[in-house]
T-cell receptor, first 111, second 115 residues
Framework: GIQVEQSPPDLILQEGANSTLRCNFS?????LQWFHQNPWGQLINLFY???GTKQNGRLSATTVATERYSLLYISSSQTTDSGVYFC?????????????FGKGTLLTVNP | DAMVIQNPRYQVTQFGKPVTLSCSQT?????MYWYQQKSSQAPKLLFH???????NEADTPDNFQSRRPNTSFCFLDIRSPGLGDAAMYLC??????????????FGPGTRLTVL
């Protein structure tokens, strides 16, 4: 099956700092989503981005499908950004509708 | 405006006592999913329904069953919970566009404790 690797596994920031999270995947994808899992466990959609660049407020994401990676940028981080960020992909040659998740990046933003 | 609702949010059961977790959606999506997430791990897909078509993951234990009586509701039944089944159970939905663009939306999860 497709492999999804996220880096770094852990990241500690001071409030106001910027950060970049990376997701590498081993094969072509139909679907790539970034999620934020809050401290209560809910997975919140950040971006659907199988290719290209999108921005939403302080967050932006870029996926370079031909090179099989995606980046999530967080600018001017806030304590509420803390949590786990997951990248998940749907393999083009795999089962429809099945997302394979990376292991996540645990982000801690300190005041 | 909750879109994917899970009940209960917290469930405590005893070893071996059957338990049912509930998921409902107001999005009228074709596909509904159940994931298991253990502490500090990524969500793991157990199974999904496309309409009434059930799709089981190969490594999902027989102890886990699911029902989807209509478009809006989907249930996860754990027939004989073991200590290793303690986890967060996440329900998700998507429209079911096979050509891509099929965003999954997650509910808040049910945290299951097995005593």
């Amino acid at each position: 099956g497709i492999q999804v690797e996220q880096s770094p596994p852990d990241l500690i920031l001071q409030e106001g700092a910027n950060s970049t999270l990376r997701c590498n995947f081993s094969d072509s994808v139909n679907n790539l989503q970034w999620f934020h899992q809050n401290p209560w466990g809910q997975l919140i959609n950040l971006f659907y981005i199988p290719s290209g660049t999108k921005q939403n407020g302080r967050l932006s994401a870029t996926t370079v499908a031909t090179e099989r990676y995606s980046l999530l940028y967080i600018s001017s981080s806030q304590t509420t950004d803390s949590g786990v960020y997951f990248c998940a992909v749907e393999h083009s040659g795999g089962s429809n509708y099945k997302l394979t998740f990376g292991k996540g990046t645990l982000l801690t933003v300190n005041p | 405006d909750a879109m994917v609702i899970q009940n209960p949010r917290y469930q405590v059961t005893q070893f071996g006592k059957p338990v049912t977790l509930s998921c409902s959606q107001t999005l009228n999506h074709n596909v509904m999913y159940w994931y298991q997430q253990k502490s500090s791990q990524a969500p793991k897909l157990l199974f999904h329904y496309y309409d009434k078509d059930f799709n089981n993951e190969a490594d999902t234990p027989d102890n886990f069953q699911s029902r989807r009586p209509n478009t809006s509701f989907c249930f996860l039944d754990i027939r004989s919970p073991g200590l290793g089944d303690a986890a967060m159970y996440l329900c998700a939905t998507s429209r079911g566009w096979s050509a891509g663009g099929d965003t999954q939306y997650f509910g808040p999860g049910t945290r299951l404790t097995v005593l």
